[in-house]
C-alpha cells in the first residue's frame, strides 16, 4: 500500500507541473489559438483534476492513523507540522516573494504591509502553497472533528462527508479551506480505518474501462459546473487509483526512486517553468507547434532538473536540504 502512494504521488505531481505548463495564455494572447490546441490542453487540465484532492486525500489517510487527542500527542503533533509544513511553507513563500520584487506584472506581491501579509497567507507568492496552508489549518482543527473517526461516531463521520459531497463541494480554489479539500481529507482518513477498500485491485479490464471512460470525460465533457465537476472526480478518482496498477513495474519503480522529491518539485517548480514557458512564447509567438512541445516536454525537463537539484543538494548540504523540505 505505501508504495502504491508513492507512485500516485510521483504521478500527482507530474500532473501538477503539467497542469502549470498551460501555454494558451503566453503563445496566443490575443485569443487567436488554434482550436484543436485549445481543446488538447483544455482537455489535459481536467484530466489532471484529480491531482490535488488526491493530495488531500493522501494527506487525511496518513495522518488519522492516530488519535491525537486520546493518545496525548496533539502538541507534539503541532510541534512535527510545524517542522514539516509550515517552515517550508514560509520559506518557499519568501523565496516567491523574491521572484516578485523582480517582476510582478500583477501586483501579486501587494501595495502595503497589510496587504502583503494577506497575499503571502493567501499564498499569491506562490500559488501552489495553498494546499500546504490548507492542510496546516486541517491539522490544527483535529480536536473539533477527530471524535469521528473512533469507532461508535463513524456514523457521524459518513453523514459529515455525504453533506460536504451534497451540498458543499465544488471545484478546488486557493481560498482558505475549501469545501473539496475538506471533502477529500475526511474520506481518505475514513479510508485509513477501511483499508481493504483501497487494498482492492479488481480486474484489469475494470481498470482500463474507468480510464478510457475517464478519457473521454475529460476531453469531451469540458466544464466547470459544479455537477460535471463532481462527476468526473467521481470517475476520475477510482481510475486513477486503479490504473496506477497499470503501470509497468519498471516505472513504478522510478516513480518510487522519484517520491522523495515530489515535495521538492512541487514547491519550486512554478515559476522555472512560467519562465522558461513564457520565453519560449517570446522567441516563437503562435507557434502551434512549440507551443504543443512546450506542453508536452517542458513538464519533464523542469522535473528531470529539480529531482537533479534536490539529489545533489541533499548529497552536499542534507542539514539544509531538510530543513527546506520539513524533514522529507
Known amino acids: 500500500m505505501s508504495q502504491k502512494f508513492r507512485v500516485a504521488s510521483c504521478v500527482a505531481t507530474l500532473m501538477v507541473v503539467l497542469r502549470h505548463s498551460y501555454t494558451i495564455a503566453a503563445f496566443y494572447p490575443a485569443g487567436d489559438y488554434p482550436q484543436w490546441l485549445f481543446s488538447f490542453e483544455w482537455g489535459t487540465l481536467f484530466w489532471t483534476d484529480v491531482a490535488v484532492p488526491f493530495f488531500f486525500f493522501a494527506s487525511g489517510f496518513f495522518f488519522m492513523r492516530s488519535d491525537y487527542v486520546a493518545n496525548g500527542t496533539y502538541f507534539a503533533m503541532l510541534r512535527k507540522k510545524a517542522r514539516t509544513l509550515l517552515l517550508p511553507f514560509v520559506i518557499w513563500n519568501l523565496v516567491g516573494g523574491c521572484v516578485l ?37 486541517l491539522m490544527l482543527a483535529f480536536p473539533l472533528y477527530g471524535w469521528l473517526y473512533r469507532r461508535w461516531f463513524q456514523v457521524a463521520l459518513v ?29 481518505g482518513g475514513l479510508m485509513q480505518h477501511h ?128 530543513f527546506c523540505v520539513g524533514g522529507r
Not at 453523514?159 to 481529507?185: K, T
Not at 519562465?275 to 506542453?295: D, E, H, I, N, Y
Request: net charge positive.
Open 195 to 322: 483499508q481493504g477498500v483501497l487494498a482492492w485491485r479488481g480486474r484489469r479490464a475494470l481498470a482500463i474501462i474507468l480510464l478510457l471512460v475517464w478519457l473521454a470525460f475529460s476531453f469531451f465533457i469540458t466544464s466547470w459546473d459544479r455537477d460535471i465537476h463532481r462527476l468526473s472526480l467521481l470517475v476520475g478518482m477510482p481510475a486513477f487509483w486503479l490504473a496506477l496498477d497499470l503501470i509497468p513495474q519498471r516505472v513504478q519503480s522510478i516513480c518510487v526512486r522519484l517520491a522523495p522529491y515530489t515535495f521538492l518539485v512541487y514547491v519550486t517548480h512554478f515559476y522555472l517553468l512560467k519562465a522558461l514557458k513564457v520565453t519560449l512564447a517570446w522567441l516563437c509567438p503562435g507557434s502551434a507547434g512549440v507551443a504543443l512541445a512546450t506542453f508536452l516536454i517542458l513538464p519533464v525537463v523542469v522535473v528531470a532538473v529539480l529531482v537533479f537539484i534536490g539529489q545533489k543538494w541533499r548529497r552536499l548540504l542534507p542539514r539544509f536540504y531538510s
Open 101 to 137: 520584487c523582480v517582476y510582478d506584472s500583477e501586483g501579486n506581491l501587494g501595495d502595503s504591509f497589510a496587504s502583503c501579509l494577506h497575499n503571502f497567507f493567501y499564498s499569491q507568492w506562490y500559488g501552489p502553497l495553498w494546499y500546504v496552508r490548507d492542510l496546516m489549518l
Open 159 to 187: 453523514g459529515v462527508i455525504l453533506y460536504l459531497m451534497v451540498f458543499r463541494w465544488g471545484p478546488c480554489d486557493i481560498y482558505l479551506l475549501n469545501a473539496e479539500g475538506i471533502l477529500f481529507f475526511l474520506l
